[in-house]
């Protein structure tokens, strides 16, 4: 070999080797913080974030949510606002979720309205929301879907029961709201409102007051009620929880246990106790293990091209003293919990 077909060669090796140095490294196009699904470790990461976690319903949702995880693969972290009631709090989660990549998140908006923001943020950012027991008033194409209770037909079984409890003799009826702004509440209480307009013995003295989203400030709002209408009322409508909680209390505080009918919306210990001992007339029943379940598992699909429908309804019961011991009403009334 001559000394010029040396050099040559040298040459061209060495501006391959500059060429192929000017060359970026095959991920540095990637995101700096990577979800768990871009990391390569094959789980996803959902954020479930209800309207609080203190409340029984919302922890039977966690339990629900947990199992559905483990099915689809997903890590869940489950995160919620301390108070019912605090939307900023609320919105922030969202924010903190979104800035950590998660790769979708299921969200009960404490807020129709509040929560649009943080959701279309969401959208832009290319991470998928499932809406699940409260609606969002934002165009149907800002979500995935919505998984929840029919509320507003809910509301209509608990004018049923009223009715029911009250007789033939009908009566003087209060429709204790929960908290405004909150959808899932709102639709239960306009349906107990609509039907009751089929029963022309009852009366409604009272339909334009929240209890607030605890117990305490329920107690004080039934115990005003009370203290207004005196011995007219003859039956109550709670629309969550805490809310029934408040006002079955107040009811006890004034010995009125029976006397006034008190249908309630979503169980708890206390509540299942006195339907038994019939200080609760009846209790409307959503599947709060179902909703936590069915909202992951429809984030997942949608994930991995899925076809899912834009609303899934996870049905809604009524329970009496009659009833209770059924076996699907037994386990609505006492859901499993995480």
């Known amino acids: 070999m001559n000394c010029f077909a040396s050099f040559t060669k040298t040459a061209i090796l060495i501006l391959l080797i500059a060429i192929s140095g000017c060359q970026p490294p095959k991920d540095s196009t990637q995101p700096k913080n990577k979800s768990a699904q871009q990391e390569g470790d094959g789980q996803l990461h959902f954020a479930v974030i209800p309207k609080g976690e203190t409340a029984i319903f919302w922890q039977s949702v966690k339990h629900g949510a947990d199992r559905a ?4 693969g997903a890590r869940i972290t489950f995160k919620g606002p301390a108070k019912e009631s ?21 969200l009960a908006p404490l807020d129709a309205d509040a929560l649009i923001r943080p959701v279309e943020e969401a959208g832009r950012a290319g991470v998928p929301v499932v809406i699940f027991d409260s609606g969002l008033n934002a165009d149907k194409e800002a979500t995935v879907a919505y998984v929840a209770t029919d509320n507003f037909r809910g509301g209509q079984i608990a004018a049923e029961a009223m009715a029911k409890s009250l007789g033939d003799s009908g009566g003087k009826v209060i429709c204790l709201r929960y908290n405004k702004g909150s959808d899932s509440t709102h639709q239960r209480e306009e349906g107990f409102l609509d039907g009751l307009k089929q029963f022309d013995n009852i009366q409604v003295i009272s339909s334009d007051q929240y209890s607030g989203t605890t117990t305490e400030s329920a107690i004080d709002k039934a115990q005003t009620l009370l203290n207004r209408y005196g011995d007219d009322v003859d039956g109550i409508f709670a629309a969550c929880e805490p809310n029934a909680e408040g006002v079955l209390r107040a009811i006890r505080d004034r010995g009125l246990q029976g006397k006034v009918k008190l249908v309630a919306f979503d169980s708890s210990d206390s509540l299942r106790n006195a339907l038994a001992d019939g200080e609760v007339a009846a209790i409307v029943l959503q599947d709060p293990v179902q909703i936590g379940y069915l909202a992951v598992k429809t984030l997942a699909d949608h994930l991995k091209g899925k076809p899912v429908e834009t609303f899934i309804d996870t049905g809604v019961y009524v329970a009496t003293q009659d009833n209770m011991d059924d076996e699907t009403i037994s386990r609505l009334l006492n859901p499993p919990k995480s």
Do not use: H, K, S
């Open 69 to 72: 995880g483990e099915e689809v």
């Open 86 to 106: 605090d939307r900023n709090e609320q919105i922030n989660v969202v924010q903190g979720f979104l800035n950590a990549q998660v790769d979708g998140i299921c």
